[in-house]
């Protein structure tokens, strides 16, 4: 299974480390102070990747086999994990069974339940010049991993969000299919026309929890430009006039049919699934999905969408999601362990040449072969943020904020009064695990 199914799997449901086990004394032991030193003789480091066994194996042997052949005497053996939540529970049991992996696969979601509890690695624990290494990377992938003013990851790959638009509507609309919205305004405008002309909704932007587009955390954060935290992270800061215009719009779209009620409910694939029937003009995901819509839709249909970079929000670029590499605290060559990883990153070329992802190394990015299509084009063509808060409640927080986003598109609350209890219920959760 590659990087676009297994999207879903990372979208699918909420974290469930839970902050007492975490905690409990002796699973996190690990080792304190300085790193262990592999001295001189043979290294041996078991690495783990999320879920990219199908379909990806004859690339990740490769660069492993690469890897050991310019390292003599360094053997790395691989493990593959179905699923980022069975990650952490087998990270757990690896951990206090005394057999930790040296290099795991994280995502921004689960890494800092691991940071708050001291169970991988800051990276200026393992190397003399961090700030050096940060420049290779994109800023808005390598600054998911930094918690606390810490970096306790390096970026593996990602995705980052992009309009994706049915063609024919916007042309039975009367809108220039060759100039979609540049920002959230024009997406509105454009949503009302689209479904005052033809009926179909204007758009889709669906809340799931962990979506690289349409949470409630982007449309915050990335559309309307607002914190979501204080500047010491202790309290939640969107409940901002800003923000409830934006969300009032939001509600106004929903009730009157311009945006997707598929919105409130729906799974991201819900989204794609709408747009592939023709039934709205516009969603916001990553460029992932047009393989998926190339495979289930006829050829006629799929000539109707088009890509763009995503509408310019207030937050000043578009939302990623990614995966980075993390070294446990009980690794035995944490030293060695970081090397591979920062190794492994810059393989991803090739993995991008299977499916669209936007690597974390900038170098890699530069390639030419990033400007080959549409597609993989948009990839590079615009910033991209983590806009999610980096707390070890971070389900927690999403699943207050979402509940209390539905029942302001509902109609069910007012979006002021929405967002004053998302931020009640933040303030309550956010004490927690720091």
């Known amino acids: 299974m590659g990087p676009i199914k297994r999207r879903r799997l990372l979208t699918g449901g909420a974290l469930v480390l839970v902050t007492a086990v975490v ?9 304190t102070g300085e790193p ?20 990806y194996t004859p690339y990740i042997e490769g660069a492993i086999r690469r890897y050991e052949q310019e390292h003599a005497g360094t053997t790395i053996t691989w493990v593959d994990i179905p699923d980022f939540e069975q990650t952490q529970s087998k990270l757990l049991a690896a951990i206090s069974g005394g057999a930790t992996p040296d290099v795991v696969n994280m995502t921004p979601f689960i890494l800092p339940k691991f940071a708050a509890t001291g169970t991988v690695y800051s990276l200026d624990e393992l190397a003399p010049d961090v700030p050096s290494i940060a420049a290779e990377y994109a800023p808005g992938l390598w600054d998911a991993g930094v918690i606390g003013g810490k970096a306790y990851a390096i970026p593996f790959y990602g995705s980052v969000s992009a309009l994706i638009y049915n063609a024919d509507l916007f042309r039975e609309a009367g809108l220039d299919p060759d100039k979609p919205p540049a920002d959230w305004d024009e997406v509105f405008a454009a949503a009302e026309k689209i479904h005052e002309k033809t009926g179909a909704s204007g ?25 979501l935290l204080s500047d010491d992270g202790k309290k939640a800061a969107f409940a901002t006039p800003d923000a409830v215009r934006h969300l009032e719009r939001y509600a106004e779209g929903v009730k009157k049919g311009w945006i997707d009620r598929t919105s409130v409910n729906g799974g991201v694939m819900d989204g794609a699934k709408v747009l ?19 495979d289930n839709t006829d050829a006629e249909t799929f000539k109707k969408f088009k890509v763009a970079v995503h509408p310019k929000g ?35 070329l ?15 990015a530069d390639d030419p072969y990033f400007q080959s299509s549409p597609e993989i084009k948009v990839l590079v063509d615009q910033d991209v943020k983590f806009y999610w808060p980096k707390h070890p409640a971070v389900a927690e927080l999403f699943a207050a904020l979402r509940t209390q986003f539905q029942a302001a ?21 956010l004490p927690v695990g720091q």
């Open 23 to 31: 905690s409990a004394c002796g699973v996190f032991g690990g080792t």
């Open 36 to 55: 262990a030193s592999s001295g001189s003789g043979p290294v041996s480091l078991e690495f783990w990747t999320i879920n990219l066994k199908e379909g």
């Open 203 to 227: 758009f889709v932007q669906t809340l799931d929890d962990f979506d690289d587009a349409g949470n409630p955390s982007d449309i915050l954060a990335g559309q309307a430009g607002v914190p």
């Open 276 to 294: 592939a029937q023709g039934k709205t003009g516009m969603v916001f995901l990553g460029p992932w999905i047009l393989r998926w819509l190339q």
């Open 314 to 348: 207030a937050g000043g670029a578009a939302n990623g999601f990614l995966q980075q590499f993390a070294v446990p605290k009980a690794s035995k060559h944490p030293k060695e362990a970081l090397d591979f990883a920062r190794y492994f990153s810059s393989t991803v």
């Open 350 to 364: 090739e993995l991008a040449k299977q499916a669209p992802v936007l690597p974390g190394l900038a170098s890699v």
């Open 409 to 429: 598109l509902l109609g069910d609350k007012t979006a002021e009064a929405a967002l004053k209890d998302a931020a009640g219920e933040w303030d309550r959760i």
